[in-house]
């Protein structure tokens, strides 16, 4: 999307002032010129398509395919809780490698940083494993079609 502010109402931006040689030698400064007022345009347009609208709408609860399933709460439960897991070890990740990539940092500082930030992803893997070892004990006693629609939530 883009926005012009020279056509848009909603912002008021004063236009860029020019003079001319003619202006110049009759000793005319910028501020002696006064600016044309702004003309009222057609303003912004904003187009959403169908894709958007629901990825918009999604983003309000990332896990509403998870509570709209037939699952039991117990495993709906373990479902968010590898997602969120998954969440936090991929901004931990994200974490680590601009720490280990931060030159700002003198060597021990940057050591003593990607070192924590090692643990704390150590933590959060272990968790992982554990809420997918629980999940797994879960599903054994489910249908063949519950199992399927777990694993295919697990999967997004």
């Known amino acids: 999307m883009s926005v012009i502010p020279f056509n848009n109402p909603v912002i008021t931006t004063k236009a860029p002032q020019v003079l001319t040689a003619a202006d110049a030698l009759a000793g005319k400064t910028v501020d002696d ?3 044309p007022p702004p003309t009222p345009g057609e303003g912004v347009v904003v187009k959403i398509s169908g894709a958007g609208l629901k990825a918009s709408q999604a983003g309000s609860n990332p896990n509403q395919d998870i509570d709209d399933s037939n699952l039991k709460d117990n495993i709906k439960q373990l479902l ?3 997602r969120e ?3 936090q070890l991929a ?3 994200a974490q680590l490698s601009a720490a280990m990539n931060d030159t700002a940092l003198s060597p021990e500082a940057r050591q003593a940083k990607v070192a924590g ?3 704390d992803i ?5 968790g992982l494993m554990t809420a997918q070892g629980q999940l797994s004990k879960s599903l054994k006693d489910e249908s ?6 777990a694993m295919t939530l697990l999967s997004k």
């Open 122 to 126: 150590a933590s959060i893997q272990s």
């Open 91 to 93: 901004e931990k990740m």
């Open 33 to 35: 010129k006064p600016a």
């Open 117 to 119: 930030l090692q643990g």
């Open 144 to 149: 063949p079609e519950a199992q399927m629609e």
């Open 80 to 82: 968010k809780m590898i």
């Open 85 to 87: 897991l998954r969440k």
